[in-house]
């Protein structure tokens, strides 16, 4: 098991044909990673290392059944993917493009939810489950098979995090991207509730950052929902106020968001949280020894 | 994007939002001449200044002569609010307050949507209402596709009145605050406090609005009243270049890839007892030129006592990153040391070609952090 995504994932590449898409498509390809088509208006008929490639996402759909979706075009015409690929029928949406105007993600989103499908991003790295599948831009030689599952709001510091996992020799079943922006598809509360109910996943670590109220929902939440032992890292912890950090959600706004709240919510819920990425393993095996204990 | 409160009411009056007489000052001289013009005993001198707080600081005093306007003029174009300059101040119509409320449209992350916040207290931080009095607060989370039509604008309208006029009043600023909101790609539009002034009239007093940076391209009109601060200016520099750079006041200046990566390196200096100089997140790239470009950003900085350069390749290749290293210090001859730290894509290869340069090469985050603050102490 693992969520989101596995050996069953069909997926098209919404953009395939632009820069990123290209090359990432054919990374994701090698990886194992099942690319059964992409998308590019105008450049239907044609092919990419063997990838057929089709002007709309019905056509996609249609003729290769595919059912997970990675998104690679430009921000002014993302939010447009997201709702076309929900209208063609495609039910895991993952939108990679980075600087989407805020208002048109909430019309994607609403539209997505009316479709009944998920959509994880925008302004994510994606979605990986070691040796089976990876959808977005990861790294993936540093990641390993294994059981803890990891949700994080940024890209480098998921790597920075998972690399010292690896290192330590604690495998991960399935590494998500929530995205960076200030409103994105599933959060916390959503995958932690995937990662409980799945058989895979022995422990989870949570990696946020300032700005918004996420972490403390998701420590709330972790605190009356979750049995598997949670390990947390927020990023931020010296940022000043009223300044975006990079994503456009990473903000201190009239005081509130900062990392020293988020911190206080998940360790009063138990959780325990690293000062620093490196010491996450050690808390992870310690943490699992006291749930053994109880 | 901030923009001032005389530049947001230039926007409510284009949608129709009822605004206090006021004119925009440059200096005394100015305010004098406004005083005169508006011809009202009563006149309130409101600093512009892109920060909260500038009620407490003195940025906002009630006048009624024109001795008292040239002399708090004055003051206030000599004062500093939370470390900014008054260049400009609004004089404007001291209206007849009966009560004060509080209207805005932001985003609501946790329901991915705008959200209206309506309260009957007013002229107070909403932050202070949430928590002692939330019950005095009415929430609507708002459909895209369905806006803010009558019916809805209505409902909310009956939370705070009885009376048809005003209902009439406040639907109307409803449906013309949503659609400056969402025509121009606002991230918060607040009106604090909305005044039901004694002749029955309601009036936005203050205007705060910010926009999503993100959407600026299609917003001309709203690019426009930009005034970036020098601080700012060379944060909007290093944008324009594909960075995300935040000044800050310490002596390690940092280059890193990921906004993530670069809070968590820069929160890891200072856990280590150093001060980061700045925040800079070169972003998803591998461009050798891009690398150039951000040492160049860096070495204008004269406070810097250390480079840390953090990188882990995802997209970003390390070899790429050594090669605009490399090309940069033959370039700007850089006279401080520059601590290195390279990881994932092509390590191997990026590590070698920074081999017996002058960088000092770390593996791990750790190790590049202590070795920068030792770097930093050392130059004192």
């Known amino acids: ?294 | 994007m901030k923009i001032h409160e005389y530049q947001a009411k230039k926007l409510f009056s284009s949608y129709g939002i009822p605004v206090e007489q006021h004119i925009l000052c440059h200096n005394v001289d100015e305010a004098v001449s406004a005083y005169e013009e508006l011809n009202m005993e009563k006149v309130v001198l409101k600093a512009q200044v892109l920060t909260g707080g500038r009620g407490k600081a003195g940025g906002v005093k009630l006048v009624k002569c024109k001795t008292d306007v040239m002399n708090y003029a004055a003051s206030m174009f000599q004062m500093k609010i939370n470390g900014l300059p008054v260049n400009k101040i609004l004089v404007s119509e001291a209206v007849n307050i009966d009560s004060e409320f509080y209207l805005s449209f932001s985003i609501d992350r946790k329901n991915r949507s705008v959200i209206m916040m309506l309260s009957s207290e007013g002229g107070v931080e909403i932050e202070e209402v949430a928590k002692y009095t939330p019950e005095n607060i009415y929430r609507i989370n708002i459909d895209p596709f369905v806006g803010m039509p009558d019916y809805l604008a209505r409902r909310i309208a009956f939370f705070l009145f009885d009376d048809m006029d005003l209902v009439g009043q406040i639907v109307q600023i409803l449906q013309n605050l949503y659609q400056l909101f969402i025509e121009n790609d606002a991230s918060l539009a607040e009106i604090n406090p909305l005044v039901l002034t004694k002749e029955g009239n309601l009036v936005a007093v203050d205007a705060k609005m910010t926009f999503d940076d993100n959407a600026l391209y299609r917003q001309e009109d709203i690019c426009f009243f930009s005034e970036p601060t020098e601080e700012e200016e060379m944060e909007l520099q290093a944008k324009a270049k594909g960075f995300s750079y935040v000044h800050l006041t310490g002596d390690i200046g940092c280059m890193v890839n990921g906004a993530g990566l670069a809070m968590a390196t820069m929160d890891l200096i200072k856990l280590n007892e150093g001060y980061p100089a700045n925040f800079l997140d070169i972003g998803g790239s591998s461009n050798p030129k891009k690398i150039f470009e951000a040492m160049r950003i860096l070495l204008q900085d004269d406070r810097l006592k250390v480079i840390l350069v953090n990188i882990f390749g995802g997209i970003t290749r390390c070899d790429d990153v050594a090669n605009g290293l490399l090309k940069a210090y033959e370039d700007m001859h850089a006279d401080i040391p520059i601590v290195v730290r390279l990881t994932g894509t092509n390590e191997e290869e990026g590590r070698a070609l920074l081999r017996n340069s002058n960088f000092l090469v770390a593996e791990t985050m750790n190790e590049a952090i202590r070795k920068a603050v030792n770097q930093s102490i050392k130059a004192g």
Not at chain 1, 70 to 93: N, S, T, Y
Not at chain 1, 263 to 289: D, H, N, T, Y
């Open chain 1, 1 to 294: 098991m693992s969520i989101l995504i596995n050996e069953s994932t069909r997926l098209v590449v919404q953009g395939i044909t632009g820069r990123d898409g290209y090359f990432h498509a054919i990374k994701m390809k090698a990886y194992g990673t099942n690319v059964v088509a992409g998308t590019s208006p105008g450049k239907g008929g044609t092919h990419i290392d063997n990838i057929p490639v089709f002007n709309t996402m019905y056509e996609a759909v249609d003729q290769t059944g595919a059912n997970t979706s990675a998104i690679f075009v430009p921000a002014a015409f993302a939010a447009d993917a997201i709702m076309e690929a929900a209208d063609a029928g495609i039910g895991l949406i993952i939108c990679i493009t980075e600087g989407i105007p805020t208002l048109d993600t909430i019309e994607a989103y609403n539209y997505v939810q009316q479709k009944g499908a998920i959509l994880i991003g925008p302004n994510t790295p994606g979605v990986i489950s070691p040796g089976k599948s990876m959808v977005g831009i990861m790294p993936s030689q540093i990641f390993k098979k294994g059981g803890v599952g990891v949700i994080s709001r940024s890209g480098t510091l998921t790597y920075e995090v998972v690399s010292h996992l690896t290192s330590k020799g604690l495998g991960q079943s399935t590494a998500v991207g929530i995205g960076g922006d200030k409103v994105v598809g599933l959060y916390y509360r959503e995958l932690l509730e995937m990662f409980e109910k799945d058989k895979e996943t022995q422990s989870i670590v949570l990696i946020g950052e300032i700005g918004g109220n996420a972490e403390e929902r998701a420590a709330e939440f972790i605190r009356w929902e979750i049995t598997k032992p949670v390990v947390a890292f927020i990023a931020g912890q010296f940022a000043p106020p009223e300044k975006q950090m990079g994503h456009a959600g990473a903000i201190i706004s009239s005081g509130s968001g900062t990392a020293d709240e988020k911190i206080a919510a998940f360790e009063a819920a138990g959780v325990a949280v690293a000062r620093e990425p490196s010491l996450i393993p050690k808390l992870i095996v310690e943490s699992q020894l006291k749930k053994i204990r109880e």
